[in-house]
């Protein structure tokens, strides 16, 4: 989001030294934004599944107790591009139960047609994930740490597959990743 803010001009100002904290370099980004390089690669990394209450308190008080924390482990912006793609999903859905309540409710839903016109109808979501329209026919555009995500694996071998569904983008070589 800070790039982006870079990119449109928009007159926030940074400290370099916040900017630095953060992983950014501030000559990437002023007086223009160069742009990104490349992601970094995922084979040595496993995606991480939602670590127990237990682990994360002895995970903390380690870390507490070397006098370290995140942003002096971390250095880059890819860095901590690499760290979100592989870090745990923590979807409400799996985690609460009393979130379904509100997936069973039937809901207005708005969905837009192939000829740009909106549809509505009365239905249920159900957990399921976004359909995303015209993949067939034009490019999508997905962060590249979802791709980042898919390439990788948890330790177990399993792959991640996201709920959206662009699958057939994908078939159709319809996809863009962008940063």
């Known amino acids: 989001m800070i790039r982006e803010c870079f990119k449109t001009e928009t007159g926030i ?8 904290s953060v992983g950014l370099d501030p000559a990437s980004l002023h007086p223009k934004v160069l742009p990104r390089p490349a992601p970094s690669l ?3 990394s496993h995606l991480q599944h939602i670590p127990s209450a237990a682990k994360q308190k ?5 870390h507490y107790a070397e006098g370290e924390n ?13 760290l979100d793609a592989m870090a745990p999903v923590y979807d409400q859905l799996d985690l609460a ?7 069973m409710y039937p809901m207005k839903q708005r969905y837009q047609r192939g000829d740009n016109s909106w549809g509505t ?18 490019k999508i ?18 792959k991640y597959v996201p709920r959206a569904s662009f699958e057939v983008a994908l078939e159709h070589g319809n996809v863009e990743w962008v940063d």
């Open 13 to 20: 100002m940074f400290t370099s030294e916040g900017l630095r």
């Open 42 to 44: 995922v084979s040595s």
């Open 58 to 62: 002895e995970k903390s008080l380690q």
């Open 70 to 82: 995140l942003v002096d482990i971390v250095k880059t912006e890819e860095e901590h591009e690499l």
């Open 97 to 103: 139960w009393f979130w379904w309540l509100l997936e």
């Open 121 to 138: 109808y009365y239905g249920w979501n159900l957990g399921r994930g976004r359909f995303i329209p015209k993949q067939r026919r034009q």
């Open 141 to 158: 555009k997905i962060h590249r740490s979802v791709k980042m995500r898919m390439d990788a694996q948890y330790p177990d071998g399993n």
